[in-house]
């Protein structure tokens, strides 16, 4: 009988339930009517008087014992289970916040840039991105053996034959087939910012990309000089790099714009004084304009006798490296949050 009860003893020491009703059926079985315990009380009757005192108390302690672990064992996970519950069902509580996503890097410069324009008068205009040869290259005055129409420089989705064609089908390499369109649509005074994506067949470096993005501005009016150009550039140069900020204009080449220049603004970084991201020089390279062609303007049914007009195009991606010290182009490509989040506070 003395080991029946050490092994009952056992049994309820190493008991480690894990639902209130296995400690119900544990009470039972042990403590129940039928339970081992009593049948060990019953059988305790009858045990020779000389045994009675020992086996009496051991008797005792096992019944106290049992009864207090099945007491704090049921009280433990009746409180876990209210716990549990209380966590699902509680509706009051406040909800994990979803993670919230931020403007792209790129969309904040080009709204940047949309506004300074706004400030001046200017409205946006859009194209298409699947373009033809006319609105990109023709009514530019690019002529048919310009290197730009070219398979090495531009992507085509329908090319009629191995000549440039009118009716070849690309897409666009710049914004200014937005130039193109609205120059047909609309009369003079036109005011236009025009932001939008290009393509070019260029290998992917830490400074090209095939797909990119650009902002086009046009102004034609009666008596518009190069001198209302370079006030209005030299006015969005400040609004984007700050009050320090000048311009100087390089003289170049664009087919629908003459004279052409090509413009830097002073290097933000070292303050003019040169330093590795400006190469020393102290300028940085940021957009190309120039007086509107007036081939260009006739194209378009605009008399160049009596307007004049000038056109600015720059990349996107090129003012936000310069803005925001951003080395490689690629990053702004990639969606990867770790880089994206970084613009969180730029809103
Ligand atoms: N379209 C030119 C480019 O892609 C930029 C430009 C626009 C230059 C308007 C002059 C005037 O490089």
Redesign the pocket.
Known sequence: MIEKINELLRQVEEFSPKAAAEVEEFRIRILGKKGELTALMDEFKSVAPELKRELGQKLNALKNEALQRINTLKEELQNAAADSASQVGDMTRPGTAEELGSRHPISLVKNEIVEVFARLGYTVADGPEIEDDQHVFSS?NFPPEHPARDMQDTFFIEKASSEPSEKDILLR????SI?VRTMEHQKPPIRVICPGR?FRNEAISYRAHCIFH?I???YIDEGVSFADMKQSLLYFAKEIFGEQAQIRMRP?Y?P??EP??EVDVSCNLCGGKGCPVCKGTGWLEI????M?DPNVLKASNIDPEKYSG??????IERIAMLKYGVKDLRLYFENDVRFLHQFDDAL
């Open positions: 530019l390499t710049h914004t200014s130039q290009v650009q086009e501005g046009l170049s664009f629908f714009t052409s220049a957009m190309g304009c120039g509107v000038f056109a600015f195009g720059m990349g």
